[in-house]
């Protein structure tokens, strides 16, 4: 199937024509039709499938071809869990839409919101956010939804687990019941549709893989090694294999600064990125490690959402998630657009419990590896890390169901 065959809008097409794009992927094949018919849609997909202009495509066609009156209006929402999701979402569909007269704003926290408001003032079709700052704009009145035809969760249970539910239900009161909505994410579990369904009418559902499956281009590597040891077999992979642009996750924010300043000590040129980092220092250590001026960035598993480098290939996980959904979400960044990626997973004798709640997850079995010079200590025996589990699943759906009962922090 070609992407004329979806009887996309010419302005679209030329865009995809000249961004080098041939053919849809499966999620397009299966998604775009539906949209255009103006079904409701949950999809399911691994990112690096091309989900974003899945849903993004015949979103700006049905634009097009509707006729508007007077000013313009936001007629589109996307809701992303992070700045840098949304960030990446509105830097694509800029491009979709650069041979039409539609104009894409991106609200996120972090930033100074009074250029936000001069872009909103001036007339906008789509809305990229986050839910804090959108939230922001609706209080000040600088931002209304009320002619809002197209709505998407992207990584919707993302963004329930960072605890957004109150700011969503809020921002779902503002709303035009009629509307279309979709729900874009890598994993839909029952939690997280118990939480959309009143939004959603009658939706269709599609799916390329398993919803508990990674990505078929992706490598997984598991090895055994004492938790002290780990930092160090990291810096021998990347320095034996010559690696370059290698992201590591990380449980914590003070393990992600701890790495950072052991890999820089390696002769490892290294930044971390978490919550706790500012906009401008987040955006700094993404665009040198694009553009390869450093070589490892380590992150958290919400800083992390929303990196988008197709060359990125190497994928450590220094530290294994507690919720095994997420293990699919991290090795996910590398094996994207159908390029092969290798996900190194380094798990010590306290982390055998997290190995086996992956390997549940996933319905497959790992067998780690000792490497030479790096074997584990038997003798050592395992804590019990599973009560300082706080983001287990019951945490989680806690949180989805509830929201966060701390002060609300922008995004």
């Not at 000013?71 to 869990?81: D, F, G, H, N, Y």
């Not at 079709?125 to 709505?151: C, E, F, M, S, W």
Request: aromatic share 6%; proline share 4%.
């Amino acid at each position: 199937m070609t992407f004329s065959e979806l009887q996309l809008h010419p302005e679209l097409l030329s865009a995809i024509t000249e961004l080098g794009f041939e053919s849809p992927t499966p999620i397009q094949e299966k998604s775009i039709p539906l949209l255009l018919s103006g079904c409701d849609l949950i999809a399911s997909a691994q990112t690096g499938t091309g989900k974003t202009a899945a849903f993004m495509l015949p979103i700006l066609h049905s634009m097009l071809i509707g006729a508007t009156q007077g000013e313009k209006s936001v007629r589109a929402l996307i809701l992303t869990p992070t700045r840098e999701l949304a960030q990446q979402v509105a830097e694509h569909t800029e491009k979709l839409v650069m041979n039409t007269n539609l104009n894409v704003v991106c609200l996120y926290g972090g930033a100074n919101i009074g250029p936000q408001e001069k872009r909103l003032r001036a007339g906008v079709d789509v809305v990229v956010a986050t839910p804090g700052r959108l939230l922001d704009h609706l209080i000040k009145g600088t931002l209304t939804l009320k002619n809002i035809q197209h709505l998407v969760f992207d990584e919707a249970d993302r963004m329930l687990d960072m605890g957004f539910m109150g700011e969503i239900k809020r921002i779902m009161r503002t709303m035009p019941l009629k509307r279309q909505t979709l729900l874009f994410s890598a994993t839909v579990d029952d939690a997280v549709l118990s939480q959309v369904k009143p939004w959603l009418n009658d939706p269709k559902r599609v799916g390329v893989e398993s919803q508990n499956s990674t990505a078929s281009t992706v490598t997984q590597t598991f090895y055994s090694v004492d938790e002290d040891r780990k930092r160090e077999l990291i810096s021998h992979l990347i320095g034996k294999n010559n690696w370059h642009q290698v992201l590591v996750f990380t449980r914590t924010k003070n393990s992600a600064d701890s790495y950072a300043k052991e890999l820089n000590k390696d002769g490892l040129k290294t930044a971390a990125i978490h919550g706790d980092k500012s906009q401008g220092a987040r955006d700094k250590a993404l665009s040198q490690f694009k553009s390869g001026e450093i070589r490892v960035l380590v992150a958290t598993d919400v800083a992390a959402r929303g990196i988008d480098i197709n060359s990125l290939n190497y994928v450590f996980n220094a530290e294994l998630p507690y919720v095994a959904e997420d293990y699919v979400h991290r090795i996910g960044r590398s094996g994207r657009a159908g390029q092969n990626g290798q996900a190194i997973s380094l798990v010590s004798i306290d982390e055998q419990w997290l190995l086996e709640e992956i390997e549940i997850f996933l319905d497959e079995r790992f067998a780690p590896q000792w490497l030479p010079g790096y074997e584990p200590d038997l003798t050592k025996e395992p804590k019990d890390t599973r009560r300082n589990s706080g983001k287990s699943k019951k945490q989680r759906d806690k949180k989805r169901i509830l929201g966060t009962r701390t002060k609300r922090k922008r995004k």
